[in-house]
């Protein structure tokens, strides 16, 4: 069994494990630490009160004497709820649930039916909860508290050396084995039905008569007005022929004729 843990090393792993609900913790590891606080918290709540009772005696008022109780259950709350993790460990120790605390709602014997289960020993060897904090190595967690020796090494004796001769066996011989023939069967192809397709009814897209769009007429610019066009201009007319006199002999020649009558002379 492991030696008992001292008192510090009993605080030590009371901080360490201070909210866990794993694992198991002994009878030594668990008595000393809720003695010392609960001499420790009801000696300051004294002192608290005590103050605090002065106080309103000489002042003549009850509510400091009501400020110091409260604070002393307060402290006593606090202390309480700290040690809940050790409890449970204690209880896992002894092979029982959380749930057990429970009965302590019970009033009168509640605090009877868990007390009982605290003062138990350890449960021999492992259970549900863990190893044996007696007979376990201690590991880094502190949720198994304990020291176990360690055995010296003794080597076993060595043998001489001896070979090992292994005896000869013959070759075995594998008898021969006809291969075997298969008899040919040649495959029927496997006939398909022709898989009818569904007949899709044509659809038919209803009529609707296309409005005639009205467009709006466009607003035309002004057309200039032509002019008429100028008549042609009429060519002025010959002028009729005259009269002439020869130039050779002085000869009037009519109107109309070139030719002097008289001499023959062409007048122009």
């Not at 090494?153 to 001489?160: E, I, R, S, T």
């Not at 075995?172 to 397709?197: I, K, L, S, V």
């Amino acid at each position: 069994m492991a030696p008992k843990n001292s008192i510090g090393d009993a605080y030590k792993l009371f901080f360490q494990n201070l909210f866990n609900f794993q694992g198991r913790t002994r009878r030594s590891d668990y008595w000393p630490v809720v003695i010392i606080n609960s001499l420790a918290v009801s000696f300051v709540s004294g002192i608290i009160s005590g103050i605090f009772s002065g106080i309103a005696s000489s002042s003549g008022s009850t509510a400091l004497a009501s400020i110091g109780s409260g604070i002393s259950s307060l402290l006593s709350l606090a202390l309480t709820v700290l040690e809940l993790g050790l409890v449970v460990r204690r209880l896992h120790d002894a092979g029982k649930e959380w749930t057990y605390l429970l009965f302590s709602l019970i009033p009168f014997v509640g605090w009877i039916i868990v007390l009982i289960p605290l003062l138990k020993d350890s449960e021999p060897g492992d259970n549900k909860f863990g190893p044996n904090p007696k007979g376990a190595y201690g590991d880094p967690n502190g949720f198994n508290q304990g020291y176990a020796p360690q055995q010296p090494y003794a080597a076993a004796p060595q043998q001489p050396y001896a070979p090992q001769q292994q005896p000869y066996a013959a070759p075995q011989q594998q008898a021969y084995e006809a291969p075997q023939q298969q008899a040919y069967a040649p495959q029927q192809p496997a006939y398909e039905a022709p898989q009818p397709q569904a007949y899709e009814a044509p659809q038919q897209q209803a009529y609707a008569p296309q409005q005639p769009v009205y467009e709006a007429p466009q607003p035309q610019a002004p057309v200039a007005p032509v002019a008429p066009p100028e008549p042609p201009v009429a060519a002025p007319a010959p002028a009729a022929p005259t009269a002439v006199q020869c130039p050779q002999c002085g000869t009037t020649v009519p109107a109309g004729f070139n030719v002097c009558p008289s001499c023959g002379t062409v007048v122009q």
